[in-house]
């Protein structure tokens, strides 16, 4: 039988756990949250975002380990930037190509990025090949912080909390305190007045939906600490991840944090008491519950139609 | 990488092949009406693909797909034995041509693709499949047209097919002998067993529960299953913390077996500290997991790359020089690889194309040349086999540290069920 500081420390781990859902919850969810949340385009390509950034991250650790072996501990943060700036690029051709034909087509839109997400599968199958491949990270990423004898911190979690924080506030003061974020905003609200008083509405858009590629992509390098890289391993956060911006109320920043938080508490309570299969079931049926009485979500819209 | 030419363009060699394939028909309709070969019809009473020069055989897995991670191998070895056959004058001097067909990782297209190739393009036989659902899909096809498959991976067993032989190990080949080792070599008496949540995962579990519980006189601690796909494991690694068993048992599969490990090296729990026996890492999921995240953890499988004897040496060689280099070889990539040679030494024993032939040769014969050894086809259509443990290593390999003694296939297996 455990003792009782076992239990005490487990307790303490458990409560970590449920910490570190939520951040990868976030994390995913982030840039699904300003493309879907702010701009009401279903982008089911939107794991394969994640997945370039996961490439990027195995194609920079391979770079490293061949011509700056001594660079190995801190490429992971380039990897990071190029990871945003490559899904930056992708998602910025993407609206202007694919997207920017389709506004007034919502469910077009859905079937397209899906089409869209098939070919980016196929085209990092051609590229990188079926199998699955592994960046090596940095010692100091995958190793565990041991305050007392039985406690083990992944650092990794430690690091993606981190992440997600400055991401978090960095979206934050973007969309909400800078000269930017309000043309997206306004544009978002009524785009004949945003085009009246000047805004370059196409241009907004454009660098929205970018921006929340770029940070999909950011989302993508930094799973490569907890997850698969393969040409597939995109569709694994999916699912989560509308879950998520749905269930926070679409246009809520603050919705997707709350929701992220609710569903990740709910999952890692019900994973430890009952068995993963059941504990999916239990978080499953109680977000579709409140979404039927809810149907806007946890944070209710305060957008003028 | 040459095998991009082989996963990424299937459909225009299909084309081609087919293009080839009516080319051929258009030629030897005549040829047969005016000097009929009587070797052809002599060992071909079936209809079957077979022409004075040529056989047709079908490979059917997923080049694209989910699937496609895990089948792309078996696709390469069947094809580097295929022309290992053909360099050597091919089978009862007829050349042996394949058709492709691309499953796509979609279950009701196998079974489709199955019946194209049996139906329409009346293949000798059929190399392919990689999950059981994808076999259970195919399997009705295999039988109502008295087809031929060879089936490659490891699997739950609780099967058996006249038109179907399995060149991987059932179910309790692999466990047993993998839970006899741990419990001997690393006095295990408590169990703690993981998996994703499909057939294959639970129908092994219960193999090794019921192994545990009977025979070893041992305890399973906790029994745990994830969906396909999950990717969060911290709270079930807390628990197994809580429950400290000897060995962790691990099934799982996919994208979450890379999960799985890096959140167990993350927290803390590596081979210094604990034991943890897989039937589901091979080479192959080695290169997606990383080797440093799995190092020390121990395997149980009938095949590693590192084997250590001659045929393997050879094979491992011919495999790299064809497919390059990097080419990783696990154990399903090694059993695709016997498929070719267990049929083509059945159709010499019964000098016959004919599936009945065909069949009723293969049981009891030895294959000596096998990279993993030595195998020897059991009347209920799978492999008597040997079972390894291999320790795996920092670069993706793994340390073989046990060999079992030759393990008769059992796939209804009393007691287990």
């Given at each position: 039988m455990p003792s009782l500081s076992e239990f005490g420390a487990i307790f303490a781990m458990q409560g970590f756990n449920g910490l570190s859902v939520f951040c990868v919850l976030l994390l995913m969810a982030l840039g699904l949250a300003i493309i879907f949340g702010q701009m009401g385009v279903i982008n089911m390509a939107h794991g394969e975002f994640l997945t370039i950034g996961a490439y990027i991250t195995y194609l920079l650790s391979k770079l490293t380990t061949l011509y700056a072996p001594s660079l190995q501990p801190y490429y992971f943060f380039a990897a990071i930037a190029l990871s945003f700036v490559t899904a930056y690029i992708v998602g910025y051709i993407t609206e202007w190509l694919m997207i920017s034909r389709l506004y007034k087509r919502p469910l077009d839109t859905l079937l397209a990025t899906w089409g869209l997400s098939l070919a980016m599968q196929q085209t990092f199958r051609s590229i990188f090949g079926a199998k699955e491949v592994s960046a090596t990270l940095p010692d100091w990423l995958m190793g565990s912080f041991k305050p007392t004898d039985s406690i083990d911190i992944p650092i990794n979690g430690l690091f993606m909390m981190g992440l997600t924080a400055v991401l978090t506030g960095v979206i934050f003061l973007l969309l909400f305190r800078s000269r930017w974020g309000l043309q997206v905003r306004a544009t978002m609200q009524n785009r004949l007045m945003s085009g009246a008083v000047g805004i370059n509405t196409r241009k907004v858009d454009r660098s929205t939906f970018a921006l929340g590629c770029g940070v999909a992509g950011i989302a993508g390098a930094a799973f490569t600490t907890i997850g698969s890289t393969g040409p597939t391993s995109g569709s694994l956060y999916i699912v989560d991840t509308f879950l998520v911006v749905v269930f926070g109320g679409a246009q809520s920043l603050l919705g997707t944090i709350a929701s992220a938080f609710s569903i990740a508490q709910t999952q890692s309570t019900a994973e430890f008491f009952l068995t993963g299969s059941m504990a999916k079931v239990l978080t499953l049926s109680a977000v579709i519950l409140i979404l039927l009485m809810r149907?806007?979500?946890?944070f209710a819209a305060k957008i003028r139609k | 990488m040459s095998h991009r030419s082989v996963s990424d363009k299937p459909s225009f060699q299909r084309r081609k092949v087919l293009l080839g394939l009516a080319a051929s028909a258009a030629l030897a309709l005549p040829a047969m009406g005016f000097a009929q070969s009587p070797a052809t019809a002599k060992i071909n009473?079936?209809?079957?693909?077979?022409?004075d020069t040529e056989v047709t055989v079908g490979q059917l897995h997923s080049?694209?797909?989910?699937?496609a991670i895990s089948e792309t191998g078996s696709i390469q070895a069947e094809r580097l034995a295929i022309d290992q056959i053909n360099s050597m004058g091919g089978i009862l001097g007829r050349k042996i041509k394949i058709i492709q067909e691309d499953g796509a990782s979609d279950w009701p297209t196998f079974a489709e693709k199955a019946r194209k190739l049996l139906?329409?393009?009346?293949?000798?036989?059929v190399f392919g499949c990689w999950t059981s659902a994808s076999r259970k899909a195919v399997l009705p096809v295999f039988e109502k047209d008295n087809g031929l498959l060879y089936y490659p991976t490891f699997y739950e067993g609780l099967e058996q097919s006249k038109n179907v032989f399995y060149t991987g190990q059932e179910a309790t080949q692999q466990v047993l002998a993998g839970l006899n080792w741990v419990a001997k070599?690393?006095?295990?008496?408590t169990f703690f067993l993981v998996g994703s949540d499909y057939i294959w995962p639970r129908t092994s579990n219960k193999i090794a529960r019921k192994h545990i519980e009977n025979v070893l006189k041992g305890s399973v601690v906790g029994e745990e299953y994830y969906p396909l796909g999950n990717t969060q494991f911290g709270s079930l690694i807390n628990k197994i913390k809580l429950k400290k068993p000897d060995v962790i048992f691990a099934d799982v599969v996919g994208g979450s077996n890379v999960a799985f490990y890096k959140q167990l090296k993350a927290a803390g729990v590596t081979a210094k500290t604990q034991n943890l026996l897989t039937i589901s890492v091979t080479e192959d999921e080695m290169l997606g997991i990383g080797g440093e995240n799995v190092e020390g953890f121990y395997s149980s499988m009938k095949y590693f790359q590192s084997l250590d004897n001659p045929n393997n040496k050879k094979f491992v060689a011919e495999f790299k020089a064809k497919f390059g280099p990097n080419a990783v070889i696990g154990d399903v990539t090694q059993a695709a690889y016997l498929g070719p040679w267990l049929w083509k030494a059945a159709v010499e024993k019964a000098g016959s194309f004919d599936v009945d032939k065909v069949v009723a040769a293969s049981?009891?014969?030895?294959?000596?040349?096998?990279p993993e050894g030595y195998v020897k086809v059991h009347a209920n259509h799978h492999l008597w086999s040997k079972t390894r443990i291999g320790e795996a290593q920092k670069d993706g390999q793994f340390k073989v540290i046990y060999e079992s003694d030759l393990i008769e296939p059992n796939p209804f297996p009393k007691g287990y069920q």
């Open positions: 149907p806007q979500g946890l | 009473t079936t209809k079957l693909a077979v022409t080049a694209t797909g989910t699937m139906e329409s393009d009346h293949v000798a036989a070599e690393k006095k295990a008496k049981p009891g014969f030895e294959l000596k040349s096998a």
